[in-house]
């Protein structure tokens, strides 16, 4: 009876030996799996991460490089500017000193003229500095623009002088009048002066 409880009972022992053989086996085999999983997890994982890490790098390399570029721009907007800026300075500077050269009086009677001509002749009013006064003789100015227009034209000095620290002269006809002050002139052809001038300066 021993000897069949012994039997048995090595039996038994090989039979769980093999059960936890198998078991170790399958569990063994389910590590691996898990951990082969788990690896492409954490790989996935990193390569999103550092995907994510390199977009942002770019993203704000893009942004530097945009930075960069406006401020480059502004700070040759800024330096065209400044050119230009000094070209009219100079050109100011130059308008001023018309008015003390012996060519003033023929501009200064080309600009009442001119605008005598636009206002088509008429009764007009003369409006111009107390220094540039006796340059202008309204008689002879009047023929010239009756002589352009066909209307017969008297002019006469107003007594109001015109805005203006660079010369030149305001005529009048009733309500309406044309400013051929140098300022005015000037305000007039700035923006396509500044266009030639930025072509010559940057082109």
Excluded at 92 to 102: D, E, G, H
């Amino acid at each position: 009876m021993s000897k069949q409880i012994d039997k048995i009972r090595v039996e038994i022992d090989s039979q769980a030996d093999s059960e936890l053989e198998k078991i170790n086996v399958e569990t063994a085999e389910k590590i691996k799996i898990i951990n082969e999983a788990t690896e492409k997890e954490i790989a996935k994982i990193k390569q999103t991460i550092e995907e994510t890490n390199r977009s942002k790098a770019e993203n704000q390399a893009k942004r530097d490089l945009g930075v960069s570029r406006l401020q480059a721009k502004m700070s040759f907007l800024d330096e065209k500017e400044a050119g230009i800026l000094s070209i009219f300075e100079e050109g100011r500077k130059k308008i001023a000193s018309l008015a003390q050269s012996s060519e003033y009086s023929q501009i200064l009677s080309d600009l009442i003229v001119s605008a005598g001509v636009t206002l088509n002749g008429g009764n007009l009013t003369v409006s111009v500095t107390k220094a540039d006064a006796s340059k202008v003789n309204v008689g002879d100015l009047g023929s010239k623009i009756s002589s352009k227009t066909g209307t017969q034209t008297t002019l006469k000095l107003d007594t109001v002088e015109p805005k203006t620290k660079l010369g030149g002269a305001v005529v009048k006809k009733d309500d309406l009048w044309i400013d051929n002050t140098f300022e005015a002139i000037i305000e007039r052809r700035t923006e396509s002066v500044r266009a030639e001038v930025a072509k010559i300066l940057y082109v």
